[in-house]
């Protein structure tokens, strides 16, 4: 059935949109968007939704999401993983090959796909791995995974440490047309550490992660882009030092591009004081310079996307000791509250740019503005996201639709809530209040 949204404000930071007006929506497509719909526009059957002045966009994009599924369905599976994303305002969700057995087969990324289509939620993006088993010694099958339909390739937490053999993954994967994204962390210099290294490390005595894991790891892939003119994605930046690399890189005109979290520009290494595990991920949360940092750089362009590495575990999972429980939180439904809040309301960035770094910005780092997505031009899928930026909202268990809830936001209020996801013209989640 055809589908007229009026009355949005329509923002579509690919078009440089915003705008009050009318989305129409025919065949799964964008039939018109603007600030006026003709009435002979439409059909008799058209169904007309009044969104009552609230922001209409494209829908979001994760770049960075952990869908446990195979092998790990007691933390989450695909369908409510999809579930979330779509309570979260996406539309589209790039799932890492970390399941249990690796995406390192067409096998396993069929099965995920298949298990994504019974759903009819969101878009399904697999990433392979970048090596087999992910174990950093010998490469994967990225034409064979390509065809089936793995988008990227990464090795996520498990760091490529061999250059020689990251070196070989960008010369094939820039061969091939297709982007490696990677979790950067010198293993050697992380050692046992669970949480930043610095003051509050020090006088709690706990194991440490140095910023220099990270930073150094960065340093080294930017020279290998650099030397083999391929195209790099740095997934979930943490550190200062990190994000003036990336600066300096693109100023010299590397393609590389980043993402961040909403939890590493949201908290600081001190929550670990409390001794909740659901404050423990990799990388660990860091200082407020290193806030302020990524505050910077999302303002000034450096940052390309916000991706919410969306790890669910299980309750038992993060009651262990600090030293014992796995990395990890979930984050689909409070990136956008996280970013309104503490991004646009405290007028770090503008609205549009938040869309932005949503939207179109990872669109185009895994090539999905291709396929039509990140923007509401007319002939793109109809997958939209309908939202209030001043509602609050409360993250507890009814607002979680994740099957975890190992969030350290627990409680939290905040401003922004999702009130309708829609994904080909299909509503697909309902908020319940319009």
């Known amino acids: 059935m055809p589908l007229l949204v009026k009355n949005v404000r329509l923002i579509d930071p690919a078009q440089g949109m915003d705008t009050m007006g009318a989305l129409l929506v025919e065949d799964g497509l964008v039939a018109a968007i603007g600030d006026t719909v003709a009435a002979e526009q439409l059909r008799p059957e058209t169904e007309i939704l009044d969104g009552r002045e609230n922001i209409l966009c494209p829908g979001f994009i994760d770049l960075h999401v952990h869908f446990r599924e195979p092998g790990q369905t007691a933390r989450e599976t695909i369908e409510t993983g999809c579930m979330a994303a779509v309570a979260g305002g996406f539309t589209s969700v790039c799932a890492m090959a970390n399941t249990k057995p690796v995406n390192d087969s067409t096998a396993i990324t069929q099965l995920m796909l298949n298990s994504a289509a019974k759903t009819g939620l969101c878009r399904y993006f697999p990433l392979g791995a970048l090596t087999r088993g992910m174990a950093g010694e010998e490469l994967a099958d990225y034409g064979t995974l390509k065809n089936a339909g793995c988008i990227a390739f990464s090795d996520d937490g498990n760091p490529v440490m061999n250059a020689a053999v990251f070196r070989k993954a960008m010369e094939y994967t820039e061969w091939l047309g297709v982007t490696i994204a990677v979790h950067e962390e010198d293993k050697n210099l992380a050692g046992s550490g669970y949480m930043n290294e610095g003051a509050t490390s020090?006088?709690?005595?706990?194991?440490?992660?140095?910023?220099?894991?990270?930073?150094?790891?960065?340093?080294?892939?930017?020279?290998?882009?650099?030397?083999?003119?391929?195209?790099?994605?740095?997934?979930?930046?943490?550190?200062?030092?990190?994000?003036?690399?990336?600066?300096?890189?693109?100023?010299?005109?590397?393609?590389?591009?980043?993402?961040?979290?909403?939890h590493h520009f949201a908290l600081t290494d001190s929550e670990i004081k409390r001794f909740d595990a659901n404050f423990k991920m990799n990388p660990p949360l860091r200082t407020q310079a290193d806030i302020d940092a990524i505050l910077e750089a999302l303002a000034d362009g450096t940052v390309d996307a916000i991706a919410t590495d969306h790890?669910?575990?299980?309750?038992?999972?993060?009651?262990?000791?600090?030293?014992?429980?796995?990395?990890?939180?979930?984050?689909?439904?409070?990136?956008?509250?996280?970013?309104?809040?503490?991004?646009?309301?405290?007028?770090?960035?503008?609205?549009?740019?938040?869309?932005?770094?949503?939207?179109?910005?990872?669109?185009?780092?895994?090539?999905?503005d291709k396929k039509g997505l990140g923007s509401l031009a007319v002939g793109n899928p109809a997958d939209f996201t309908l939202f209030d930026p001043s509602a609050t909202i409360r993250v507890d268990r009814a607002f979680i639709k994740s099957k975890a809830f190992n969030t350290p936001f627990k409680d939290w209020e905040l401003h922004g809530k999702i009130l309708g996801t829609w994904v080909g013209g299909k509503r697909v989640f309902d908020g319940n209040s319009m």
């Open 202 to 262: 020090a006088a709690l005595g706990c194991p440490a992660i140095p910023a220099s894991a990270e930073e150094s790891m960065v340093s080294r892939d930017i020279v290998l882009a650099r030397h083999t003119k391929s195209h790099i994605h740095f997934q979930h930046l943490s550190t200062k030092g990190s994000l003036e690399t990336i600066r300096c890189a693109k100023k010299g005109g590397l393609s590389v591009t980043c993402e961040v979290t909403p």
């Open 311 to 368: 790890a669910p575990h299980t309750y038992d999972d993060k009651e262990l000791e600090l030293a014992n429980a796995p990395f990890g939180i979930i984050g689909l439904e409070t990136a956008l509250p996280l970013t309104i809040e503490l991004l646009v309301n405290r007028n770090v960035i503008g609205l549009s740019r938040a869309i932005e770094l949503l939207t179109s910005g990872p669109a185009k780092i895994f090539h999905l």
